[in-house]
């Protein structure tokens, strides 16, 4: 790449993590007085707020980067992949974030831990859950920053320690400064700039290498496999990408917790909308482009199809818009960075520091608690990212399953089923962790992706354990589950 598009990109990427910063320092004194302000932003965002700060956090660099090389190793056939995950996630909203919203009223809660509490009467059950979380965040945040400093070293040439204290410090910084309101309105402009960028390489690509049919005789000369269905990968890893990524994102807290803080319920199906062209356009995008990448390079990149995106920008863009491109890829770090360390903060900071060592604590001093909490899981994530052992990829991806597994049947069999008890929360969470390992040590028998055996653990040990043990008190039922106005569950704080 030429040096004047490097030069460009260090002034494009300087402007960008100054922004962020100053979005941060905008947001301090409006909404992080009180921990509802803090950790949810008084629980009104419009959709479009909404489904980009869904939208961003649930895509990092990694669809940048990991899609389009899977595309690329994949061919033709990944183009179908990211159907379920484009239908599954606004239809999701639509039956689910209502309920996740009177419940996080109702409860008065703003972190998943602090639900699973209120929901089951089980500090245990909340305890475990606030564990799940940083546990398995941490080596998932090590991936993201590393990928996000790998992703800087190729583009820009930046050393991958600096990168590494650039990409990490930043996101800290401006949460510490902002809360969650500066996650979102971060997230809106990471979520705009994974749109444009994306777009810029289609765009590119179309001219370069041609329409549907010019890439599909591109990808053909390079393997005939490639245009089959499901291709080299086989059906097993066709049917893992499509339905792991669909599910697990519901039990995810970056983005569960986001449901807790819409504005009104017509924003839901606005949101809803707003959500599934963006997340469609960016998935299937990433999927054309690594089969544009395949159709350009051949065979050359088949050992390393990580490289596939970098190597399109590095060959097409040797301008401004593509250091714009390249501070995207950043952005798109750094947009599920920040949900994480704030999810993970809050597990220390509210559901661990305030419900069991000082329940009298102010708002200020559980903020406190919380930045301080993200600082250290900062520090902790650039320790271990300067010299990452190889199995952490490895973590990475199971981190992901792991959080899932133990967390989705306890949040929405909560919703619906008035029989769960606390004896059930607490065997679903440990069950469904457990559950999720076991099927990654075993290497997946029978073909079933281990996050999916986590669900099917979790919600038998929900069922069995809840029908053994003493039900909860019928008043509190009575009272969780009775009509509540929308103009109620949807009121500003």
């Known amino acids: ?185 971060t997230d809106v402009i990471q979520g705009i700039m994974m749109f444009v960028g994306m777009t810029a390489v289609l765009i590119a690509g179309f001219y370069i290498v041609g329409g549907p049919s010019e890439i599909a005789k591109g990808v053909a000369a390079s393997n005939p496999a490639l245009l089959e269905t499901p291709g080299p990968k086989g059906w097993s890893a066709l049917f893992l990408y499509s339905t792991v990524f669909a599910i697990a994102p519901w039990g995810l807290p970056t983005l569960v917790q986001t449901n807790f803080t819409i504005g009104n319920r017509k924003n839901v199906y606005t949101a809803a909308i707003v959500l599934s062209v963006w997340v469609a356009f960016v998935l299937c995008g990433s999927m054309i482009i690594g089969n544009m990448g395949r159709a350009y390079f051949g065979n050359a990149l088949a050992d390393n199809a990580d490289k596939v995106f970098p190597s399109l920008v590095m060959a097409w863009f040797p301008n401004a818009l593509g250091a714009l491109i390249i501070v995207a890829v950043i952005a798109a770090a750094m947009s599920t960075i920040d949900g994480t360390l704030m999810n993970s903060g809050a597990a220390i900071g509210v559901d661990i520091y305030k419900r069991f060592l000082k329940k009298d604590a102010s708002d200020k001093t559980v903020i406190k608690v919380t930045n301080i909490t993200m600082f250290v899981i900062t520090a902790i994530v650039i320790i271990w990212a300067f010299n990452p052992p190889a199995m952490v990829l490895t973590l990475t991806s199971w981190a992901f399953s792991l959080i899932a597994g133990g967390l989705i049947v306890p949040v929405y069999v909560g919703l619906y089923w008035k029989k769960a008890t606390n004896s059930g929360a607490v065997a679903a969470i440990i069950a469904g962790v457990l559950g999720t390992l076991l099927w990654y040590v075993t290497k997946s028998p029978l073909g079933i992706p281990p996050f999916i055996m986590g669900c099917v653990f979790s919600f038998l040990a929900m069922f069995i354990a809840s029908k053994v043990s003493n039900p909860l008190p019928q008043e509190f039922i009575d009272e969780l589950f009775a009509p509540v106005p929308d103009e109620q569950i949807y009121d500003a704080e």
């Open 1 to 185: 790449m030429k040096n004047s598009v490097v030069i460009m990109g260090y002034v494009i990427l300087a402007a960008y993590l100054i922004g962020m910063l100053v979005i941060g320092f905008l947001c301090r004194k409006k909404y992080t007085d009180t921990v509802s302000g803090f950790f949810a932003g008084g629980k009104k965002l419009g959709p479009w707020v909404f489904a980009l700060t869904y939208g961003s956090t649930y895509l990092s660099s990694s669809t940048f980067i990991g899609n389009t090389g899977t595309a690329y190793s994949g061919g033709m056939a990944y183009l179908f992949m990211p159907l379920a995950q484009v239908l599954s996630l606004p239809l999701g909203l639509i039956i689910f974030s209502h309920m996740l919203r009177k419940m996080s009223k109702t409860l008065d809660v703003v972190t998943i831990p602090a639900y699973i509490e209120k929901r089951f009467k089980s500090p245990v059950a909340g305890a475990i859950a606030s564990v799940v979380i940083v546990l398995f965040f941490i080596p998932y945040l090590v991936g993201i920053v590393k990928a996000g400093s790998l992703s800087l070293g190729s583009l820009l040439g930046v050393p991958y320690k600096a990168g590494v204290l650039m990409v990490a410090l930043i996101s800290v910084l401006y949460l510490m400064f902002g809360g969650y309101m500066a996650r979102c309105y």
